[in-house]
């Protein structure tokens, strides 16, 4: 990029233009009607000839077409990621399943196949029109009120229209979850910014705790890991199944779980005995039982559960973060791959080691911390599980900083969405009969903080973050001196 002009009078046009920048003119081609005519905010001085009219609305003319330019490369941008994100998602999902066979009663190959092929098509459309919009907007308004005039406000309402774009997934597919979880990003977006304001800064002053985002995922895994035991419905359908999965315990154990919670008289204490006979081991369970340990874990000692069940985890957990390490490094260090392969092998194999250790530990110690307690309170119920499930999220500690609020409010977020359906069902909290579609207004508003920020408060942006959206949308600084991006 060229040096800055200077000397260039703020009447005619801002020098940022003269820079290149933005469409501008680089110093090398400028000539003296350049410097009467800036194509970034508008201003122009008065034509010297009839020549310099032709060749003022032969810019215009262009400036048109390239802002049209910009709203098509970003829905275009936008329909790739959403249909690559989801399309990838969705083959790996089908590649597991045919791995594992078809089981009774689970659809057929060809229609998952048309299901994937439908969704990919939906949340491309979902992202290609919400930046498609965003920056149609941006530009309309940009184009009537002036670039400068409109800068501090315009991309929080071009961000608020883009947002029921979410609704091209499905108009009756809730989306509460992802509504939540954009509401979180931007709750620690505008809480950036405070941190830098002179107004807010003393007030927001406690979230720059350093551990903060462990404190966070053991709130949330106290609602998590406690719904998963005592109220599976609270969860959402595919995060339930992951607990599931990766929680390793059969259905009959959790029910006997919750009914010795909830001090209520078990039902099914012959399924457990069986299902553990299945397992080649012999078990008695007594009714009268205080604590579920032996539900829990048959025979084997506490202890040696815990060991049991981590070695278990970790072989279920590195499934799941080989393709989320591998599958971005093969596209973003495509180029690379040649001349640094081992690098960036040795770095995929090293997260995903990091991450599934993080997983197996996450899991194992929430069994060992229930356990502990039960056994030092010598009763089970629903405190003594809220409490035991807390401290899980020290695990947390085991992965990489930089991925450790991201996994805090992607957990935080469904566990603010359990805790509210929880409240809802307790009759605590009165059913919104009138809003259908919350999610929807959740998420234009977090769109709305979002798109500002990024507008005005790009410092408070990680780098790689801001690299994307920079790519989608290419809104230019607010300012003339473009700002420098938080790389943390």
Not at 114 to 119: G, S
Not at 328 to 353: C, E, F, N, Q, S
Request: hydrophobic residues 40%.
């Amino acid at each position: 990029m060229s040096s800055p002009v200077v000397g260039i009078d703020t009447e005619v046009g801002c020098h940022r233009c003269f820079r290149g920048n933005n469409g501008g003119f680089h110093d090398e081609n400028r000539t003296v009607f350049d410097e009467q005519s800036c194509p970034h905010c508008g201003k122009s001085g008065p034509p010297s000839s009839s020549y310099s009219s032709f060749l003022s609305s032969d810019l215009r003319y262009l400036r048109e077409w390239e802002k049209l330019g910009r709203c098509v490369a970003a829905a275009t941008k936008g329909f790739t990621i959403g249909a690559g994100l989801k399309g990838g998602l969705s083959a790996f999902s089908i590649l597991a399943r045919s791995r594992r066979g078809r089981k009774a009663g689970v659809i057929p190959n060809s229609e998952v196949i048309v299901l994937a092929v439908k969704d990919t098509l939906r949340y491309g459309l979902f992202l290609g029109a919400f930046a498609g919009t965003f920056v149609s907007v941006d530009e309309c308004i940009a184009t009537l009120g002036g670039h400068r005039r409109t800068a501090r406000w315009r991309a929080l309402l071009a961000g608020l229209i883009a947002g029921p774009s979410m609704l091209l997934t499905g108009p009756k597919t809730q989306h509460t979850s992802l509504a939540i979880y954009i509401l979180m990003r931007a709750a620690v977006l505008a809480s950036r910014c405070g941190i830098k304001s002179k107004r807010f800064g003393g007030i927001c002053k406690p979230l720059t705790w350093a551990h903060g985002d462990i404190f966070l995922m053991c709130l949330s895994s106290s609602q998590i890991l406690s719904a998963y035991i005592l109220k599976q419905d609270s969860l959402p359908p595919s995060y339930k199944s992951f607990l599931n999965k990766h929680g390793g315990k059969d259905s009959v154990i959790l029910q006997g779980i919750k009914e010795l919670a909830n001090s209520m008289p078990f039902t099914n204490l012959d399924g457990i005995e069986k299902y553990y006979k299945s397992q080649g081991v012999d078990i008695k369970l007594d009714p009268q039982m205080k604590v579920p340990c032996s539900i829990v874990h048959g025979h084997q000692s506490c202890a040696e559960h815990v060991i049991s069940f981590f070695v278990q985890a970790y072989r279920r957990a590195l499934p799941v973060y080989f393709p989320v390490y591998f599958i971005p490094a093969l596209i973003v260090h495509r180029l690379d791959l040649l001349k640094r392969r081992y690098t960036i092998l040795g770095k995929g194999l090293l997260g995903t080691a990091r991450s599934s250790l993080f997983l197996s530990a996450y899991c194992s110690s929430a069994w060992m911390w229930t356990c502990l307690l039960f056994r030092i309170f010598n009763r089970c119920d629903i405190p003594t599980v809220a409490l035991g499930t807390f401290p899980t999220g020290l695990a947390l500690a085991i992965e990489k900083k930089s991925r450790r609020i991201e996994i805090a409010l992607y957990c935080f977020s469904r566990a603010i969405e359990s805790f509210f359906t929880c409240m809802v069902e307790a009759g605590l909290l009165p059913r919104t009969k009138k809003l259908k579609r919350a999610d929807v207004v959740i998420f234009s508003l977090s769109t709305a903080i979002i798109m500002h920020c990024y507008a005005q408060e790009r410092e408070v942006f990680r780098s790689k973050y801001l690299n994307v959206l920079d790519w989608v949308f290419g809104i230019p600084p607010a300012t003339c001196e473009t700002p420098t991006n938080k790389d943390s």
